[in-house]
DNA sequence: AGGATGATATCC
DNA sequence: GATATCATCCTC
């Protein structure tokens, strides 16, 4: 069963011709995910992470996102090398990277470019579109309210019940830069502006 | 500023 | 086996 019940419906003017397509879900295609990092972290601003679990979709628009650029970058996990948590991040684009952090919360990545290479990027923020119950500012809340877990390490992400997708928005009108949280340990690479967010959005994290 | 809370990496 | 660290969040 499909429902798309839960999205807001773009108002049509009187009289009008919807374009088809116009409102559905279009899930991101792999090629997507196999692009440069930080092309692919601004793009998924504004897209919409959708989970369908126990016949809800909750569903949530990305307001705020991190790059990780690989095992050369200081604060990627990939930089520890090949290891069972890093699996996923090694593998192939449009996988998620999900990790348990401070012995409390799971962190959700999509990871990106080529097999191997072990860029992510790291979803830190939604704006509640359907179905969230809590809040959905800063990464630890946001799988919490989406109901993402370690159950999703390595879930494919053209799967019909996680997954990103477009619902044909135009491209953000503004794109604010920082740098990334809570990586202060990895020296010149915690100075990188690598994190990005919708500057006039609610829901991101910080300021 | 500091605590909760547990997996992971990196020592011995 | 022990310990230090941690891509967080909350309370004080």
């Known amino acids: 069963m499909v429902r798309t019940s839960g999205i807001p419906a773009r108002a049509a003017p009187a009289g009008s011709v919807p374009r088809p397509g116009r409102c559905a879900l279009a899930k991101l295609p792999r090629n997507f995910y196999d692009r440069n990092t930080v092309v692919v972290a601004k793009e998924l601003l504004g897209k919409l992470l959708v ?24 604060a990627a996990h990939s930089s520890k090398g090949l290891t069972p948590r890093t699996r996923a991040m090694f593998g192939p684009p449009g996988y998620a990277y999900v990790y348990f952090i401070y012995g409390r919360y799971h962190c959700m990545n999509v990871v990106t470019e080529r097999e191997g290479k072990g860029c992510a990027v790291l979803l830190r923020a939604l704006e509640p579109v359907a179905n969230l119950a809590g809040r959905t500012r800063g990464p630890g809340l946001l799988t919490q309210a989406m109901q993402i877990d370690g159950r999703h390490y390595g879930h494919d992400l053209l799967s019909d019940d996680l997954f990103i997708a477009s619902q044909g928005e135009s491209p953000p009108r503004r794109i604010a830069r920082s740098r990334r949280i809570g990586v202060d340990y ?22």
């Open 186 to 207: 990895a020296g010149a690479w915690a100075r990188r502006h690598l994190r990005f967010y919708l500057p006039d959005n609610p829901f991101v994290s910080r300021r």
């Open 51 to 74: 989970h369908r679990v126990a016949g809800v979709e909750r569903i949530g628009k990305i307001v705020e996102v991190e790059a990780y650029l690989g095992a050369h970058d200081k």
